[in-house]
């Protein structure tokens, strides 16, 4: 099984910051890999998918990069509505999520 | 407006069996995998089962954790997925989640992927306990 691993699992941030998110593969999975937004309460929501393409009616200030092992999702300008808890996925073998980072207000 | 709704969720006993159900409506259903995520109380996403779109044959992937005791299937007349759980235990305790995305099979290395979670449903909560 591929093992997802982000950091950090937690990031204290203001409004206005801008915060990056990494996360490593066990193996390369080329771009096969997704980003979601949780709430509490919620179900996830894709921002990101193979690495780089913004799913629609998601806002510019999220960005996605990489490829084979590493990547990172950056949230520019942070607003008010973006602190959550964010994980990353991939889907080059089967799936599997990495355990999430929460960003939280500073 | 994509739609997916869970149903058949509740409070089991070890040992007993359910069957969740997920109705879609907003999509061309037959073109899409659908997959069954969940998640325990106060922990991340995990997924469980997908079964691709039409175009793949409805090929059915599993997470080495439920193998062997859950099972996924699909009515495309019905636009209805399902998930079957047998010999549930306390550790299956968690809010199950109907997902659709696209299938990938990848032309260069001539394997097929996973699938990404595109659309969620509210999630469907299920208990087990004695």
């Known amino acids: 099984d591929i093992q997802m691993t982000q950091s950090p699992s937690t990031l204290s941030a203001s409004v206005g910051d801008r915060v990056t998110i990494t996360c490593r593969a066990s193996?390369?999975?080329?771009?096969?890999l997704a980003w979601y937004q949780q709430k509490p309460g919620k179900a996830p929501k894709m921002l990101i998918y193979?690495?780089?393409t913004l799913q629609s009616g998601v806002p510019s200030r999220f960005s996605g990069r990489g490829a084979g092992i590493e990547f990172t999702l950056t949230i520019s300008n942070l607003q008010p509505d973006d602190f959550a808890t964010y994980y990353c996925?991939?889907?080059?073998?089967?799936?599997?999520f990495g355990q999430g980072t929460n960003v939280e207000i500073e | 407006e994509v739609q997916l709704v869970e149903s058949g969720g509740g409070l089991v006993q070890p040992g007993r069996s359910l069957r969740l159900s997920c109705a879609a409506s907003g999509f061309s259903f037959g073109d899409y995998a659908i997959s069954w995520v969940r998640q325990a109380p106060g922990k991340g996403p995990e997924w469980i089962s997908f079964?691709?779109?039409?175009?793949?044959?409805?090929?059915?992937e599993h997470a080495a954790s439920t193998r062997g005791r859950f099972s996924i299937s699909r009515d495309d007349s019905t636009r209805i997925a399902y998930l079957q759980m047998d010999d549930l235990q306390t550790e299956d305790t968690a809010i199950y989640y109907c997902?659709?995305?696209?299938?990938?099979?990848?032309?260069?290395?001539?394997?097929?992927?996973?699938?990404?979670?595109?659309?969620w449903g509210r999630g469907t909560l299920v208990t087990v306990s004695s």
């Open positions: 996925q991939q889907y080059y073998r089967h799936c599997s």
């Open positions: 997902t659709s995305g696209e299938d990938y099979y990848d032309f260069r290395s001539g394997s097929y992927r996973g699938t990404m979670f595109q659309f």
């Open positions: 079964i691709r779109g039409k175009a793949y044959s409805g090929t059915i």
């Open positions: 193979k690495a780089s």
């Open positions: 193996q390369s999975i080329s771009s096969w």
